[in-house]
């Protein structure tokens, strides 16, 4: 995957810092924080595949979740690691044209998934008598399809308008993956196309599940007003409250980044942003999806109880 029009072969990615005393510590942090994202997300696959009781929709979305979260975690973090522990850290062309592809495939991604999970959460809290008709395997399968092919027609957008830049000899990226801005910031070439094609398509990769959410989540609201019970109360905003935290770190982080002119925003600025996005959120969401949740706490006893027995 080499441009015809770009005779660059390699990228220099420049790494979060340039500080030598903060790269090795760094790199046991970001260690610890792949390590702990690898445990969780796969640790909350397994216990979903394994226990026939969460076989139900809203954990098939979060088994979804899962499995996008350990996948983007995984594009990113290794090479990440790299930067703190090589004195160059380079990437090939053709592979920073992948790690980008599959970068925005999965982050858009997540970003339906989120709405769909949130538009879960409101047939099951506003129209439970129907929650099993409305969200049928079919539903959801659908649902999950509209999800990853959403994902892919962003990451196809932006990577062929990538692929059709001419980039300077001045190879080194200030960033610690290949992200389209910092990219851009390297193109000899006209990036109105590229800056249109951001605008636009994450617009609607965030604009579009951000709409669905704040519908479901004010329908939600007017739902659980309306009962009666106080634990009835209780369980539906607990139950909501994981959701509405993952999708704030989320998106705020990502429009932050993104919907923001690049000469407003140093990029110092958005490598702590998107540190959000791609390191944190991924470790959270297993966290907050299952430590909060009885149903997980219960299938994860009953596992070691299992296991103890045995």
């Known amino acids: 995957m080499v441009a015809e029009n770009s005779s660059t072969t390699e990228f220099i990615l420049a790494g979060l810092t340039n500080q030598p005393e903060l790269q090795i510590p760094l790199f046991f942090v970001f260690l610890g924080f792949y390590v702990v994202t690898m445990v969780g997300n796969l640790g909350l696959i397994t216990l979903i595949e394994l226990n026939s009781h969460l076989h139900t929709p809203m954990y098939f979305f979060l088994y979804n979740l899962s499995f996008i979260d350990f996948c983007y975690s995984t594009v990113i973090t290794p090479k990440m690691l790299m930067s703190f522990v090589s004195k160059k850290n380079i990437i090939s062309y ?10 925005l495939f999965f982050v858009i991604s997540e970003s ?105 989540y004010a329908l939600i609201l007017s739902s659980i007003l309306h009962i009666r019970s ?40 958005g490598k702590v942003s998107s540190l959000f996005y791609t390191i944190v959120v ?9 430590l909060r949740n009885k149903d997980v706490k219960v299938a994860l006893k009953k596992i070691l109880s299992k296991k103890s027995f045995s």
């Open 230 to 269: 106080t634990e009835g109360r209780s369980k539906a905003f607990s139950t909501c409250s994981s959701h509405i935290i993952a999708v704030s770190l989320f998106f705020g982080s990502g429009a932050f980044m993104y919907l923001k002119p690049s000469s407003l925003l140093p990029m110092n600025q």
């Open 94 to 103: 053709a592979g920073c044209m992948t790690q980008l592809f599959f970068f």
């Open 112 to 216: 339906f998934i989120l709405s769909a999970m949130a538009y879960d959460r409101y047939v099951a809290i506003c129209n439970p008598l129907v929650y099993m008709a409305a969200m049928s395997p079919q539903v959801c399968l659908l649902l999950l399809l509209g999800v990853y092919v959403m994902g892919f027609a962003g990451a196809m957008a932006h990577t062929a308008c990538m692929v059709k830049l001419t980039f300077c000899a001045n190879n080194l990226v200030d960033h610690y993956m290949c992200d389209i801005l910092p990219l851009l910031e390297r193109s000899c070439t006209s990036t109105y196309v590229n800056e249109l094609v951001v605008f636009v398509v994450v617009g609607i990769d965030i604009g579009v599940p951000t709409v669905t959410i704040f519908i479901s």
């Open 282 to 290: 991924p470790m959270l969401n297993p966290l907050i999806y299952s």
